[in-house]
């Protein structure tokens, strides 16, 4: 076998170029999934039933089935009802609900986590919801869902190979193209998949910072929340 990395090499920009758009897809849909989950996640935790059960059947469905589906069904279907998207937006949104689902019962698990009688006592003085989720719970909540959620994230980076399905020209889609032409699949699926491993690779480190930077019990209080603690007197 005689593998030539030049042919790599030399198409190493256009990877790259594909590469910034899976950056794009991925961080566009996490966000939007995060934020979407996060309402729902309270949405279960602290809403009416019938709220938490709807909320219940969507979870359910899009942890159910596969992204692939999501994808086909917002690209192929959606048309039927009127609704037709261009690759990019179609695979924005359907990995968004897709992500959704799965980032609304992380961060619901770490809400659960926070203990009930903390929220009681912060009603009990006064606060809003919407305050008691910013001082009391959130803080709390973080530690518990930083592991699960950035290993999701992590899997939802690369998922976003599937985009590849709808013509999206993310990295994926950019090798095949590549590799079709230049008959070099080794070489170009081995570079793709590094740059798969250098963006995971940038998560993890993340999650290792983000792990570091909760851990409140051996990073002690910092000096402002002691003087405002009235631990220590400013000198």
């Not at 019962?105 to 809003?128: F, L, N």
């Not at 909540?141 to 592991?147: C, E």
């Not at 230049?182 to 998949?193: K, M, Q, W």
Request: with cysteine; proline share 5%.
């Amino acid at each position: 076998m005689n593998l030539d990395f030049g042919v790599a090499v030399a198409y190493l920009p256009h990877l790259l170029q594909a590469a910034g758009l899976t950056i794009f897809l991925a961080l566009t849909s996490q966000a939007v999934g995060t934020g979407l989950g996060t309402l729902l996640a309270l949405g279960r935790s602290a809403g009416p039933r019938w709220l938490s059960a709807i909320i219940w059947v969507y979870v359910w469905i899009f942890r159910g089935t596969p992204m692939l589906l999501h994808l086909f069904f917002i690209y192929y279907a959606a048309p039927l009802f009127g609704l037709t998207l261009d690759a990019l937006p179609a695979a924005i949104i359907a990995m968004s609900l897709s992500t959704t689902a799965y980032s609304c019962e992380i961060i619901r698990s770490g809400i659960q986590a926070v203990h009930h009688g903390q929220i009681e006592a912060a009603r009990a003085v006064g606060m809003t919801y919407p305050k008691i989720v910013r001082r009391i719970i959130m803080p709390q909540a973080v530690r518990i869902i930083i592991p699960p959620y950035m290993s999701n994230f992590i899997s939802h980076t690369k998922n976003t190979s599937l985009a590849s399905v709808i013509t999206v020209p993310e990295l994926m889609l950019t090798a095949q193209m590549i590799y079709s032409s230049t008959y070099r699949a080794i070489e170009i699926l081995s570079t793709a998949g590094l740059i798969y491993l250098f963006l995971t690779s940038c998560l993890t480190w993340l999650q290792l910072y983000f792990e570091r930077a909760t851990a409140y019990e051996k990073r002690g209080l910092s000096e402002r929340r002691k003087r405002l603690l009235g631990v220590s007197q400013p000198s």
